[in-house]
């Protein structure tokens, strides 16, 4: 099992990961490989996603703060990640990690964000009373922007209000309405 250091203690790190908005739970899905026959399934609310999106926008932001016209630097950036995603899946053919062969499924009650200077951690917790579960997510900038891609298109799919993710990600809402891109996990 793939484990990365947290906070003094051992926390399993999501590998590969599908991330799904559930029509039925009105939740995303994150089912994530946290070893090469072990997964975990995380449900996150809209309520924790809403807390979660501007923290994860705001550390890829600090990134090129001090630059004239950020904003469309961050646009230039995101469809720059969405493209290389899209490309990935097609040349790789991956198949999403499946949310049935799960060994632990729970709902995420919090998520505490580390910040460091090449990444970010995200450390999915459950309610201390359903267990306390934990895994972690180790994103570097790219990543970050291909899953926050994924996410939006979630919202997309929930008709859910997208006030807030910033304007260079919302300007993609069409685009990834596309049907034409296909599938992306």
């Known amino acids: 099992m793939e484990l990365t250091e947290v906070a003094e203690q051992r926390v399993p790190a999501l590998g590969r990961l599908t991330t799904v908005y559930h029509p039925l739970e009105d939740r995303v899905r994150i089912s994530g490989q ?87 951690v995200l450390i999915f917790k459950a309610a201390p009373d359903a267990g306390g579960q934990q895994a972690a997510l180790p994103l570097r900038a790219l990543a970050l922007r291909q899953w926050l891609n994924i996410l939006l298109q979630a919202y ?20 990834l309405a596309s049907p034409a891109r296909g599938a992306i996990h």
């Open 156 to 175: 997309s799919k929930a008709e859910w209000s997208t006030a807030v993710w910033p304007e260079w990600m919302r300007e993609q809402l069409p685009e």
């Open 34 to 120: 946290v070893s090469s026959d072990d997964v975990v399934v995380i449900w996150v609310t809209r309520r924790l996603m809403d807390r979660m999106v501007p923290a994860l926008v705001e550390w890829l932001e600090q990134q090129d703060a001090d630059v004239p016209r950020a904003d469309l630097l961050q646009s230039v950036k995101q469809t720059r990640a969405i493209n290389e995603l899209t490309e990935q899946t097609r040349q790789e053919g991956s198949t999403p990690v499946s949310a049935e062969n799960a060994g632990t499924t729970w709902l995420a009650a919090s998520v505490d964000v580390q910040r460091r200077p090449e990444q970010l």
